[in-house]
T-cell receptor, first 112, second 114 residues
Framework: KQEVTQIPAALSVPEGENLVLNCSFT??????LQWFRQDPGKGLTSLLL?????REQTSGRLNASLDKSSGRSTLYIAASQPGDSATYLC???????????FGPGTRLSVLP | NAGVTQTPKFQVLKTGQSMTLQCAQD?????MSWYRQDPGMGLRLIHY???????DQGEVPNGYNVSRSTTEDFPLRLLSAAPSQTSVYFC?????????????FGDGTRLSIL
């Protein structure tokens, strides 16, 4: 059974810092991995999707990497801003079906 | 473009009551799913559907029913509400046919069972 973990559970950084969020998964037979952002009381917003054949994806100040063999993905946020404060979740889609398994999330606070 | 729409946004039920959470998408997505989100546990899959007329169980299906009579709608039914079903429920959809397509989420339904 696929299990997804995220470290750290919470992170607080001053504005302007670069930071890395981590996601680990136990079964490397994944179809893709998706990073989401969730604001308090809101749904999930897709940030980046990395296909199993890709090593990284970039969107603006965000860069996500994928190392399938080690079961790891990282989300790099450059020059963090207070508006980046949210919970960040990763989810993996396995090769056997259509379903995603989610990690518990990292709660990020960027202090002005 | 509305995306994924969930209703109601909030609901309070008494133990034993039944209700239906509505989910509709206007993107012609084949794949739809329901998750529940509980503190510290991430999102867990309840039921999913790969197309109209086809549904299957996820990780935590007990106490819930679904049906998929149209591509657009995927309602979730609580048969006899229990306090353990207090949670935030999210509906999601994606374009299954194109493979590597992201999931789109609704804003959630916050459900409290007293």
């Amino acid at each position: 059974k696929q299990e997804v973990t995220q470290i750290p559970a919470a992170l607080s950084v001053p504005e302007g810092e670069n930071l890395v969020l981590n996601c680990s998964f136990t079964d490397s037979a994944i179809y893709n991995l998706q990073w989401f952002r969730q604001d308090p009381g809101k749904g999930l917003t897709s940030l980046l999707l990395i296909q199993s054949s890709q090593r990284e994806q970039t969107s603006g100040r965000l860069n996500a990497s994928l190392d399938k063999s080690s079961g790891r993905s990282t989300l790099y946020i450059a020059a963090s801003q207070p508006g980046d404060s949210a919970t960040y979740l990763c989810a993996v889609r396995d090769n056997y079906g259509q379903n995603f398994v989610f990690g518990p999330g990292t709660r990020l606070s960027v202090l002005p | 473009n509305a995306g994924v729409t969930q209703t109601p946004k909030f609901q309070v039920l008494k133990t034993g009551q039944s209700m239906t959470l509505q989910c509709a998408q206007d993107m012609n997505h084949e794949y739809m799913s329901w998750y529940r989100q509980d503190p510290g546990m991430g999102l867990r899959l309840i039921h999913y559907s790969v197309g109209a007329g086809i549904t299957d169980q996820g990780e935590v299906p007990n106490g819930y029913n679904v049906s998929r009579s149209t591509t657009e709608d995927f309602p979730l039914r609580l048969l006899s509400a229990a306090p353990s079903q207090t949670s935030v429920y999210f509906c999601a959809s994606s374009d299954r046919g194109l493979g590597n397509q992201p999931q789109h989420f609704g804003d959630g339904t916050r459900l409290s069972i007293l």
